[in-house]
Nanobody
């Protein structure tokens, strides 16, 4: 069964860092895309960062550029989100998403691009 599983969330103070991990099970991805999304209570799901798993291209939401970095393991079975200089407004449930077998068309920060989703990991940043 194809699935992605997030880990690494937690509670931190503003200005601190966290690294989220997304482990891929059930398939070896290649030439596809993966992304991190987040959703705070009462808000829509927001694309945070995306990566092309074949060529390594990366995309970021303006709100996290310069602070967050998406990367993948050499074995291409784990995607990471390094989050630095965290702010209270970064608090949300963070979800990993993957496009399995299909094409990564359009903006890679849009949820409809992806057909495999994790259950999320909570990030809370206090001031």
């Amino acid at each position: 069964q194809v699935q992605v599983v997030e880990s690494g969330g937690g509670s931190v103070q503003a200005g601190e860092s966290l690294t989220l991990s997304c482990a891929v099970f059930g398939y070896t991805y290649n030439s596809n895309c993966m992304a991190w999304f987040r959703q705070a209570p009462g808000k829509e799901r927001e694309g945070v960062a995306a990566i092309g798993t074949g060529g390594g291209s990366t995309y970021y939401a303006d709100s996290v550029k310069g602070r967050f970095t998406i990367s993948q393991s050499n074995a291409k079975n784990t995607v990471y989100l390094q989050m630095n200089s965290l702010k209270p407004e970064d608090s949300a449930m963070y979800y990993c998403a993957a496009q399995y077998l299909g094409l990564c068309a359009g903006s890679w920060l849009n949820p409809p691009v992806y057909n495999v989703w994790g259950r999320g990991t909570q990030v809370t940043v206090s001031s």
